[in-house]
Every structure is written in C-alpha cells, then in structure tokens.
C-alpha cells in the first residue's frame, strides 16, 4: 500500500510568483487536506476536498486555492506569492472525511 | 471555535526518565482528539487518539493520553523515555459536527539526552 506522496521536496519562488504543489493520496482515500505550517508552529488547516469538492476551508485567502482529480490526486495553487507564505505544506489523505488523517512528507516552499 | 494549547515549546528530559507533555483545548462542542510525532524533515505521524470510550488510550511505543473532560485536557505520557523519542509532538482536535477540520497546537519539542 503506497502512502501520501507530495511533490516536489523543496521549492524556492520570489515574490509575486505562482506555485503548485502535488499530493497523491493514499490508495482508496478520497478526501484531502492541506495545511500551512510555518516554522516553529503547529499546521493551519487551508482546505480539503472530498470527492473532487472543496469541502471546508480555513482562514485563507482566495490566491490560496485547490483541486482534486478522479483519481483523488490534488493540488495546492498559491497565486500572487508572499514572503510570510515560506512554510512547509502538508497534504494529508484519509478514508472518509473527519477519520484519521495519513499525511505525507510536506513541501517546503521558500519566498525570496 | 475550538484552539488547541500546548503549554511547553520544549521538553528536555534525561533518557529513561518519565516526561509529560500538556495539552489543553477550548471547545464549546465534544471533540474527538490526537496526538501527532513529527520527526525532522519529514510529516506528521498519527501516535494515537480518542474518539469515545476509554478515556486512557495507548501507542503501540509505550506512551498514553488520558482525556479529561473536566479539565479540557488530553496530556501526553511516557513512563520511561528513548533517545528515538526526541521529535516534536502536536496535539489535534476536531469536533464531532466539523469533521472536515482539525485544530493543532503549535507543538512540543521533546528532546531526550543521554
């Protein structure tokens, strides 16, 4: 059974920017969340999706945004980069929406 | 809205002493709660959680949280620790209504010395 996969690792971006970041869900999970976590703090939830449906968001703006795919793969979009988005983003995957979520190994997104 | 505490940034504790972590929550609603590892460069690892019965719940590596309902507390402990236990720990809640959203706290470091 593969886990959660993101990709990719390390990103570094300038300001103004966009980024996508990727995540493949555990197999046979379809839901998916993100979370923002920035140095020395616990992860913010950004948003999740079930069943290819933004199912909940948290206090993110709208340059912050997402999909899910059929095969329940999703992306993260930030548009309009900010230095204070340089965090680590975690995608995390589970088998019906509110159980125990898997997460994955993070992105860690650097603006300059 | 629910917001989660972790009083102690960092833990430091000599190996093979007992060590316990503090977390204490704020909802108005029942909630179910968790306790992540996260080890360096790498995603958060379910260590366990309560949902409803028991209000002592144990990992398989020898720590337990008890929920106390009284106290909004959800404290982690270990009788006795590794030096693979230094990570950070966070702690999560989620209410029963508001499945699609978890609340961490900002997280302890446990470091374990020799």
């Known amino acids: 059974e593969t886990g959660v996969t993101q990709s990719p690792t390390h990103l570094i971006k300038t300001r103004g920017q966009q980024v996508t970041l990727r995540c493949s869900s555990q197999?046979?999970?379809?839901?998916v969340s993100w979370y923002q976590q920035a140095l020395g703090q616990g992860p913010q939830f950004i948003f999740q999706?079930?069943?290819?449906?933004?199912?909940g968001r948290g206090n993110f703006p709208p340059r912050f945004s997402g999909l899910q795919f059929p095969n329940y793969s999703s992306e993260l979009n930030v548009n309009a980069l900010e230095l204070d988005d340089s965090a680590l983003y975690l995608c995390?995957?589970?088998?019906?929406?509110?159980?125990?979520?898997?997460f994955g190994p993070g992105t860690r997104l650097t603006v300059l | 809205a629910q917001s989660v505490t972790q009083l102690d940034s960092q833990v430091p504790v000599f190996e093979e002493a007992p060590v316990e972590l503090r977390c204490n929550y704020s909802?108005?609603?029942?909630?179910?709660l968790f306790w992540y590892v996260q080890y360096p460069n790498q995603g958060l690892q379910l260590l366990l959680k309560?949902?409803?019965?028991?209000?002592l719940v144990e990992s398989i590596n020898g720590f337990e949280a008890e929920f106390n309902k009284s106290q909004t507390s959800f404290h982690l402990r270990k009788p006795s620790v590794h030096i693979s236990d230094t990570a950070e720990y966070f702690c999560?809640?989620?209410?029963?209504?508001?499945?699609?959203?978890?609340?961490f706290g900002s997280g302890t470091k446990l470091n374990v010395k020799p």
């Open positions: 995390a995957s589970s088998l019906v929406a509110g159980n125990e979520q898997f």
């Open positions: 197999s046979g999970h379809n839901t």
């Open positions: 999706y079930y069943r290819e449906e933004e199912n």
């Open positions: 909802s108005s609603v029942s909630v179910y």
């Open positions: 309560y949902l409803s019965g028991s209000t």
């Open positions: 999560a809640v989620r209410t029963q209504y508001n499945f699609n959203k978890f609340y």
